[in-house]
C-alpha cells in the first residue's frame, strides 16, 4: 500500500518517509489530464496537484515546508495545502505570477499501487471509512469561502530521481481524490488566504497563508 492523506498533517505511508518535491513533468505515461482537452482545465489542474505530491524529490519539501510549489508562470500553476510540519504550521506564505492558475486543496489522498483497480479501491475505501471521514473542508480568500469542488483523477507515473515517497525509477498507477478550489485573476497584491480541515478521527489543521500576486 501506498498512500499520501494530505490535508491531515500526516503522510501514511508502508514506508520510511525521506525529506521532499518535485516537478509535475517527472512523471509520464497517461493521466487525467491528457483527456481534458487543455491543461488549464480543472482536470488537468487536479491531475497536476497529485503527480506533484507524490513526485516530490528532495530539493524542493514543499509538503512538509510551506504548502507552496510552482506559480511562475501561466503555464506553472500554483499548488498550496496545508502543509504537514512538526508542530504544526499556522502561518505560510508563497507567491504567485498574476497569469498562473491557483490550485488550493482543502483535502485530498492519493494512492499509487501496481494496478489502477488497486489505487482506485485502496483511496475510495480509505475515503469513505466512516472513522476516517472527512467532515469539514474550507477555503477563504479575503474572507470570503470558496466553494471546494471534489474530484478523481488517475494515471500512471514513474517516480524521479531523488523522489521521497518511493523507490526512484519505479513505475506505477496512481488515483487521487481531492477537494479543492482553483483560482483565476486575483488582483496584484497580497491576499489573505485560509484552509481548514477535519477529519472525523479528530485530525484537523488550518493554515492562513499571505499569498502574494506579482503583475507578470
Known amino acids: 500500500m501506498r498512500r ?38 480543472p482536470t488537468a489542474l487536479m491531475d497536476g496537484y497529485h503527480r506533484q505530491l507524490i513526485g516530490m524529490t528532495e530539493s524542493d519539501p514543499w509538503f512538509f515546508d510551506d504548502g507552496c510549489i510552482g506559480g511562475t508562470s501561466k503555464d506553472d500553476p500554483l499548488y498550496m495545502l496545508v502543509p504537514s510540519t512538526d508542530p504544526p504550521t499556522s502561518e505560510s506564505a508563497c507567491s504567485v505570477s498574476d497569469d498562473a492558475p491557483i490550485v488550493i486543496t482543502a483535502a485530498a489522498i492519493t494512492c499509487w499501487l501496481p494496478t489502477l483497480t488497486a ?5 475510495e475505501t480509505a475515503w469513505a471509512d466512516p472513522t476516517t ?8 480568500i479575503d474572507g470570503k469561502a470558496k466553494k471546494l469542488s471534489l474530484s478523481r483523477v488517475s494515471g500512471d507515473f514513474t517516480f524521479p530521481d531523488g523522489a521521497v515517497f518511493d523507490v526512484p ?32 478521527d479528530g485530525f484537523q489543521g488550518a493554515t492562513t497563508f499571505a499569498l502574494t500576486v506579482v503583475k507578470d
Open 119 to 123: 489505487a482506485r479501491d485502496e483511496c
Open 133 to 140: 471521514v472527512l467532515q469539514q473542508a474550507s477555503v477563504t
Open 169 to 200: 525509477g519505479t513505475e506505477t498507477e496512481y488515483y487521487g481524490i481531492a477537494s479543492a478550489v482553483i483560482v483565476h485573476g486575483l488582483n496584484p497584491g497580497v491576499h489573505q488566504v485560509s484552509v481548514a480541515f477535519l477529519y472525523a
Open 4 to 41: 499520501i492523506l494530505a490535508g491531515v498533517a500526516a503522510a501514511l505511508l508502508a514506508m520510511t518517509v525521506a525529506p521532499v518535491a518535485a516537478s509535475a513533468d517527472s512523471g509520464s505515461g497517461h493521466s487525467g489530464s491528457e483527456n481534458s482537452g487543455s491543461t488549464h482545465s
